[in-house]
């Protein structure tokens, strides 16, 4: 089963001001993160652990269709 998850993601200043919203397709949270930091290249690792508790604390839809898993949209600033 897959789900789609609704991601808050922040980022502190001067990387960015604001963060943003990404939108995956994934079957659980390790592959949430992958996904997420293959499609960010310049994702700062240093970061990686709010990434983390972003991606446990998101909300998750289950899915009925069994669709690819990726990177649906992504709003960042």
């Keep these: 089963m897959k789900f789609i998850y ?3 993601h922040f980022v502190p200043f001067p990387t960015s001001e604001y963060g943003g919203v990404w939108n995956v397709i994934a079957e659980n949270d390790e592959e949430c ?6 499609e960010d ?3 700062n690792s240093q970061y990686f652990s709010e990434l983390r508790q972003n991606i446990n ?3 998750k839809y289950s899915l009925l269709d069994e669709l690819p898993s990726k990177v649906v949209t992504s709003f960042l600033t």
Excluded: H, P, Q, R
């Excluded at 993160?33 to 293959?38: K, R, S």
């Design 6 to 8: 609704v991601v808050d």
């Design 57 to 59: 604390k998101a909300d």
């Design 33 to 38: 993160f992958d996904l997420i930091t293959e």
């Design 41 to 43: 290249g310049e994702f």
